[in-house]
């Protein structure tokens, strides 16, 4: 066979006869520039039959703990003699992010008490130790509450991931007081004992969502009076505040809802001529339940509120948006709506949940998607034609609204600048809804008619009223076919409403 030269110990492997002979390994120690090899039994007879001792200094990889991550090692325990011992040291180690070399430093082989190292033909090789960064999530808090004319705000954040006794400071900067939906956007600075560098952070944002605190359905109508009436929320019970024949009655209490948010009262849920009531809560840990509070006038001649449950929601997925009939079936429906990151862009993603006559959850209907540009400020008819729309306000403040039912594209109405929009309401008798607006001084303004041909018309200030009245509201209090502006005195706590036309916008009738 051919000679061979080697600069160090090689393990060589030689076929002794013809190619069905087995092959036999020996090692060679080839230091020199001698001939290593010609006849492979001259080279391998009288050698013991030994192959390479080999070393391996791990290499491992792992998310940031905060624990060091220590390296090992490995070896070929067949090339150790019978009852040889192998002994070694290694000394990688690494805490924070980055990587560093696991390294062979020393070794010894012992028979006992000797030191037989020498006998052995030792090959090490150094691996790599390497920590990644942790992943973290941190998600808002998401909150909803009917329009009041104050700012809704949510200040927790919970992070997932950090390791114990780390973490981070947060700023929320996310509010909304007008009628419609926002992120609840926030800031973070990581603690002094926590390196940035050991974590990567996903944001996620809770939504606040302000519904409109009158719509087009029942008009707030708890007794079928073809009146609205009015809700109050104290300590958690509830009462209905209505008129039996030009008087106003008061129930008792007549449901605790402690620990839930009111975010709908004004529609009919079931279909069955009488509003109802909706609301939610979040479960402290990943879910908000949505449920209603079931009006069954019809059945019981009375109001009375029972409580029934519809569904949850991821709420880092999903947040509520309202109420609207989308299928055309004489009842309202729940909307949801997630913001997702498209491939082409952020996006609003709009569902809704059908329920039954008793409220319950049947199906899950698609409604559309709407880009990030545009936000959803709430719901109402301003068509006239019976079918809900979903209103829309654009970043440079351009109105809209978009149909729940038929073609998904936006009708541009006109551009609301930075007035806050209050509610939606038929303030003209026409059949399709209406908008109140109000300015940062104070100044009340409505738009009426149909869709496509509104008139903007300022009708009077909140200073021109006396007192201390607040905005509480909008409804048909008296009957006429039109709905008029509930306000709330907040020194005396009288209720009463007007109209929302400049003639008689101060002209106030009290209810209670």
Same mark, same amino acid.
């Given at each position: 066979m051919d000679s061979f030269a080697y600069e160090k110990p090689e393990l060589l492997t030689f076929a002794l006869g013809d190619s069905s002979t087995p092959k036999v390994s020996c090692f060679v120690d080839c230091t020199t520039d001698n001939i290593c090899a010609s006849v492979a039994d001259e080279i391998c007879s009288g050698s013991d039959e030994v192959s390479a001792l080999? /070393?391996?200094? !791990? %290499?491992?990889?792992? &998310?940031?703990?905060?624990?060091?991550?220590?390296?090992?090692? +490995?070896?070929? %325990?067949?090339? @150790?003699?019978a009852g040889d011992t192998l002994s070694v040291t290694v000394t990688g180690s690494i805490q924070d992010v980055g990587s560093t070399t696991n390294h062979v430093a020393s070794y010894q082989v012992w028979r006992g008490s000797s030191d037989v190292t020498t006998e052995y033909t030792i090959v090490t090789q150094d691996g790599t130790l390497a920590v990644v960064p942790c992943s973290v999530v941190m998600v808002s808090d998401s909150a909803t509450k009917v329009y009041d004319g104050t700012p809704l705000t949510a200040s927790g954040v919970t992070a997932y991931g950090f390791v114990a006794g780390e973490g981070a400071t947060y700023t929320v900067t996310g509010s909304?007081?007008?009628?419609?939906?926002?992120?609840?956007?926030?800031?973070?600075?990581?603690?002094?004992?926590?390196?940035?560098?050991?974590? +990567?952070?996903? *944001?996620?944002?809770?939504?606040?969502?302000?519904?409109?605190? *009158?719509?087009?359905?029942? /008009?707030?109508d708890y007794n079928g009076s073809g009146k609205s009436d009015m809700i109050q929320f104290v300590n958690g019970l509830v009462y209905v505040t209505y008129d039996d024949g030009g008087k106003y009655i008061q129930t008792p209490a /007549?449901?605790?809802?402690?620990?839930?948010? #009111?975010v709908e009262i004004r529609r009919d849920l079931t279909g069955d001529g009488y509003a109802d009531i909706q609301i939610t809560a979040y479960d402290g840990a990943s879910e908000t339940w949505v449920a209603t509070l079931r009006n069954d006038y019809l059945v019981n001649g009375c109001i009375t509120l029972n409580y029934q449950f519809i569904g949850a929601y991821q709420t880092?997925?999903? &947040?509520? @948006?309202? %109420?609207?009939?989308?299928? %055309?079936?004489?009842?309202?429906? #729940?909307?949801?709506?997630?913001?997702?990151?498209?491939a082409d862009g952020i996006y609003r993603h709009v569902a809704a949940w059908v329920t039954d006559s008793e409220g319950k959850w049947v199906d899950n209907v698609w409604v559309g998607s709407l880009t990030n540009e545009w936000s959803i400020a709430g719901t109402a008819d301003f068509t006239g034609d019976g079918e809900d729309n979903i209103l829309l306000r654009r970043s440079d403040g351009m109105i809209g609204y978009w149909r729940t039912a038929g073609s998904n594209d936006i009708v541009l109405l006109k551009n609301g600048g930075d007035?806050?929009?209050?509610?939606?309401?038929?303030? $003209?008798?026409?059949?399709?809804?209406?908008?109140?607006?109000?300015?940062? $001084?104070?100044?009340?303004? !409505?738009?009426?008619?149909?869709?496509? !041909?509104? &008139? $903007?018309?300022?009708?009077?200030? #909140?200073?021109?009223?006396?007192?201390?009245?607040?905005?509480?509201?909008?409804?048909?209090?008296?009957? $006429?076919?039109?709905?008029?502006?509930?306000?709330?005195?907040? +020194?005396?706590?009288?209720?009463?409403?007007?109209?929302?036309?400049q003639s008689t916008f101060a002209n106030l009738t009290v209810i209670v």
């Open positions: 080999k /070393i391996t200094a !791990t %290499s491992e990889s792992r &998310s940031y703990n905060g624990a060091a991550l220590t390296g090992s090692y +490995t070896y070929n %325990s067949n090339a @150790l003699k909304q007081t007008a009628v419609g939906t926002s992120e609840n956007t926030f800031t973070y600075t990581f603690n002094a004992n926590t390196a940035a560098s050991n974590y +990567t952070v996903t *944001q996620e944002y809770g939504s606040l969502t302000v519904t409109s605190a *009158q719509s087009k359905g029942a /008009i707030s /007549i449901n605790d809802i402690t620990g839930w948010n #009111v880092r997925l999903w &947040s509520y @948006l309202g %109420s609207a009939d989308v299928n %055309s079936d004489g009842k309202s429906e #729940v909307l949801m709506v997630q913001t997702a990151e498209g007035r806050v929009m209050i509610t939606t309401g038929d303030f $003209d008798g026409d059949g399709a809804d209406d908008f109140l607006w109000q300015a940062s $001084d104070g100044t009340m303004s !409505t738009w009426t008619g149909v869709a496509g !041909t509104m &008139s $903007d018309t300022v009708i009077g200030k #909140v200073s021109d009223l006396g007192g201390n009245w607040l905005f509480a509201g909008a409804g048909d209090y008296n009957g $006429d076919g039109k709905d008029e502006i509930l306000w709330c005195d907040t +020194t005396t706590y009288k209720t009463a409403y007007g109209d929302a036309k």
